[in-house]
């Protein structure tokens, strides 16, 4: 009941607005249960955060160096850098150390992606700036991040994405709330992903030509809650206007081997057609503040 008066609420704004500013009508008929879509005062772009994915394993070498070079992006533009690392199956450099090892990161979900997402992973480390291809490639070497990095770090977002978390000790389950507001007029097809990274697990790393038991590793992918590939938000609407706003709730399990006071919930817009998979904007937040 209360979700259906937040929906009729948004439908009576948005009728208000549109007759105001004579904008298009807006139909909100093919929109789910669970979501709730509304109107407002467009609000002021917010700047470009931008999505690093790496694809990443405990027994490569080379890997601690892109590591290292996903910090200094995050110090040189603070808050402008979200990070997720994925560990698939079927990769020699993604094995558990042997003996060494506490914790296998690998899962399934990270397999799908690599595999049939991004059409492979062609060597580790590999990753995509806002899935945005280098020479028709959505996977590349780590010293080619930094210029791609810069070049859309500047770019103005036609999405304000927010995303809160929080978890109930209890029952063992979170909840992220995922709110969208266009700041600009967007006429393509989008898709909204929403997953979970750990901080701060100390395991086996091999690092050059040693093995570091100590190793801190970060942004961890634990699980993908939507779709792999992201969730179709908002097809019934062709063109979504300036100041039409998308929240949606979603509620997971928090696996016992998690901490979840290092983990955070990650969210992402990005366009959701053949030739375009390019990230318009990326959010996180803590999953227990």
């Known amino acids: 009941m209360k979700m259906r008066l937040l929906i009729m609420a948004g439908l009576f704004s948005g009728l208000f607005i549109s007759c105001k500013e004579k904008?298009?009508?807006?139909?909100?008929?093919?929109?789910?249960?669970?979501?709730?879509v509304y109107t407002a005062?467009?609000?002021a772009a917010q700047p470009k955060i931008v999505l690093l994915e790496e694809f990443t394993g405990v027994t490569c070498p080379n890997c601690p160096q892109a590591h290292q070079a996903i910090s200094g992006f995050q110090a040189q533009y603070p808050g402008r850098v979200v990070a997720v690392g994925y560990y698939a199956h079927g990769m020699a450099q993604t094995k558990p150390?042997?003996?060494?090892?506490?914790?296998?990161?690998?899962?399934?979900?990270?397999?799908?992606?690599?595999?049939?997402?991004?059409?492979?992973?062609?060597?580790?480390?590999s990753g995509t700036i806002d899935r945005i291809p280098d020479n028709d490639q959505y996977l590349?070497?780590?010293?080619?991040?930094?210029?791609?990095?810069t070049s859309r770090i500047s770019l103005s977002s036609p999405v304000n994405l927010y995303v809160t978390g929080s978890y109930d000790a209890d029952e063992q389950q979170a909840t992220a709330l995922v709110k969208m507001a266009f700041t600009a007029d967007v006429n393509r097809q989008l898709s909204l992903t929403l997953l979970?990274?750990?901080?701060?697990?100390?395991?086996?790393?091999?690092y050059g030509l040693r093995i570091d038991t100590f190793y801190n590793h970060a942004h961890v992918m634990r699980d993908i809650i939507t779709p792999n590939a992201g969730m179709?938000?908002?097809?019934?609407?062709?063109?979504?206007?300036?100041?039409?706003?998308?929240?949606?709730?979603?509620?997971?399990?928090?696996d016992p081997s998690w901490k979840p006071e290092n983990c955070q919930v990650v969210a992402f817009v990005s366009y959701n057609e053949?030739?375009?998979k390019e990230v318009v904007q990326a959010a996180e937040a803590p999953v227990a503040p």
């Open 23 to 36: 904008g298009p009508a807006i139909d909100f008929s093919d929109v789910r249960a669970t979501d709730t």
């Open 41 to 43: 005062p467009v609000e």
């Open 97 to 125: 150390v042997e003996g060494l090892t506490i914790q296998d990161f690998r899962n399934d979900k990270a397999t799908e992606l690599g595999n049939n997402f991004f059409g492979g992973v062609p060597f580790l480390p």
């Open 140 to 149: 590349y070497q780590s010293n080619k991040w930094g210029g791609i990095l």
């Open 196 to 206: 979970v990274v750990e901080n701060d697990i100390i395991d086996a790393q091999e």
């Open 232 to 254: 179709s938000v908002l097809d019934s609407i062709a063109v979504k206007p300036a100041g039409l706003v998308y929240e949606r709730n979603f509620t997971f399990s928090v």
């Open 274 to 276: 053949p030739d375009n």
